[in-house]
């Protein structure tokens, strides 16, 4: 179990964490993200207790932690996976995981569970990456940490070793039981792994929310741009929808006036470009992607959208082509007025 109320954490009376708040389900996993200096690490260490709270209190079972009551890391019972792994370099695999446990089943355990067997008697330096993270992260499971601190655990491997070690990552704590903290500068990691994710700016946490509902229905703008391609279209609402230059989409649930000025969050698979003489805009340019193609397109009036089209659909630039709103769910509103 942790609960942490809200913590603030101060560097030489400068404020590197403000007021943040996050109690962790039983087995749930939270990712943090946000830009470079937002606090996620600040956060973790305080958890980790290798730094004290400047205010607030940390509950990490029956310990509670403030800025006058300590308890040493080693007492916490809290897993830590870093970028750097940080293997005993002298022990091979197995001893690396089972170190200084007295009942080596759980190292036995985690070893096969995350596929390191054949591997057992390896030193740390003949590991790949992603060999080497596995066998960081079978140490702290078998250690049955109450909680696990994970920061930027596939920052050092590449993109397709990434992508499916996470997957992995995800499944080994589920299957343990334990709640996590995951801090990633990865957006796509972020939403893919965690039950909810928390989006950090300067300190303080913006949005606490299931990955979905951060990405279509960001509190902020920060937030919406943080964690994708965001445009904000002016809309009007009318007969329960939502009317803009690029067509009507449906209301959500949120309560607006009629006649209200919004601005749309719109994003790139939000959007559907035909071949049209008269249209409202022209092709900039359009990038391949593979399974699809990216293009910045420009409406007659001056602004510039990205849309996301299958890879099938090409255009030439300078091609005349009319862009509409084809999201079929409700888009996330914000008010004219709000500052960006
Ligand atoms: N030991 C320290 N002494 C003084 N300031 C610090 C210290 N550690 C971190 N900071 C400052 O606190 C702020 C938050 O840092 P922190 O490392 O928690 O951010 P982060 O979101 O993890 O950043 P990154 O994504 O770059 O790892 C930054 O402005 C940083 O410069």
């Known amino acids: ?19 943040f708040s996050l109690a962790l389900a039983a087995d749930e996993i939270v990712t943090l993200v946000g830009p470079t200096g937002c606090g996620k690490t600040s956060v973790l260490r305080a958890v980790a207790g290798l730094i004290a709270p400047s205010s607030g209190e940390i509950r990490i079972g029956a310990h509670r932690i403030d800025a006058k009551r300590q ?14 792994f940080a293997l005993f370099p002298h022990l091979n695999v ?13 190292a036995e355990h985690w070893l096969r569970t995350l596929g390191m067997e054949k591997h057992r008697h390896a030193m740390p330096d003949t590991l790949s990456g992603g060999q080497k993270q596995r066998v960081a992260l079978a140490r702290a499971l078998a250690h049955a940490p109450s909680v696990l601190l994970l920061d930027e655990p596939l920052a050092s491997l590449d993109a397709a070793l990434k992508a499916e070690l996470r997957w992995q990552i995800r499944l080994a704590l589920k299957a343990a039981g334990v709640p996590a903290i995951w801090v990633t500068h990865d957006q796509t990691e972020a939403l893919s ?12 946490l913006e949005q606490l929310d299931s990955a979905d509902v951060c990405f279509r229905k ?11 391609d965001a445009a904000f279209v002016p809309g009007r609402i009318e007969a329960q929808r939502v009317h803009t230059a690029l067509g009507d989409t449906p209301l959500g649930d949120e309560a607006y006036a009629e006649g209200a000025a919004v601005d749309v969050l719109v994003r790139p698979d939000d959007l559907s470009l035909r071949r ?13 992607e593979g399974e699809t193609r990216l293009h910045g397109v420009r409406l007659r009036q001056g602004e510039q959208l990205l ?14 082509v009319d862009m509409r709103i084809c999201a079929g769910h409700a888009l996330a509103l914000f008010e004219r007025s709000a500052a960006a």
């Open 276 to 288: 049209a003489t008269q249209g409202n805009s022209l092709i900039e340019w359009s990038r391949y």
């Open 94 to 106: 197995e001893d690396n995981i089972a170190f200084r446990l007295k009942d080596r089943a759980p």
């Open 193 to 204: 792994v965690g039950d909810r994710m928390g989006v950090m700016r300067a300190g303080r």
């Open 71 to 84: 308890v040493p890391p080693e007492k916490r019972g809290v897993g830590l996976v870093f970028q750097d």
């Open 218 to 228: 960001p509190a902020t703008r920060f937030v919406a741009g943080f964690l994708g």
């Open 307 to 320: 849309v996301r089209t299958n890879h099938e659909d090409q255009f030439e630039e300078g091609e005349a």
């Open 1 to 19: 179990m942790l609960e942490i109320d809200h913590l603030s954490i101060l560097y030489d009376n400068s404020a590197a964490v403000e007021d």
